[in-house]
């Protein structure tokens, strides 16, 4: 006859496993709103950087579309004595 191995049951095994809580590091209040804070600022810092990507776009495209006006003043129309008359005499010029 062949001999059957005994087998010891593993006393871990039979007792009920217990859960294990994973100790949190408690956080204060402080701790708390600084986190709140740097979160609030990271939001801000991606929204400022998207913004001032579009804004650099934008001026491209005005560089490129020749409608940047360098610091050129309008130029102002010089009107010839008679055309000043008629057009402060229609109303079309104040003064």
């Given at each position: 006859m062949e001999e059957i191995p005994e087998t010891?049951?593993?006393?871990?095994?039979t007792e009920p496993e217990k859960k294990v809580e994973e100790e949190k590091?408690?956080?204060?209040?402080?701790i708390d709103i600084a986190n709140a804070a740097a979160?609030?600022?990271e939001k801000a810092n991606i929204e400022t950087a998207r913004l001032q990507e579009m804004?650099?776009?934008?001026d491209r495209r005005i560089a490129l579309g020749g409608k940047a006006e360098a610091g050129q003043a309008p130029v102002k129309k010089?009107?010839?004595?008679?055309e000043?008359?008629?057009?402060?005499?229609s109303g079309e010029l104040n003064g």
């Amino acid at each position: 006859m062949e001999e059957i191995p005994e087998t010891k049951e593993d006393p871990k095994a039979t007792e009920p496993e217990k859960k294990v809580e994973e100790e949190k590091p408690q956080s204060t209040p402080l701790i708390d709103i600084a986190n709140a804070a740097a979160e609030r600022m990271e939001k801000a810092n991606i929204e400022t950087a998207r913004l001032q990507e579009m804004q650099a776009e934008r001026d491209r495209r005005i560089a490129l579309g020749g409608k940047a006006e360098a610091g050129q003043a309008p130029v102002k129309k010089e009107y010839t004595p008679e055309e000043y008359a008629t057009k402060v005499q229609s109303g079309e010029l104040n003064g």
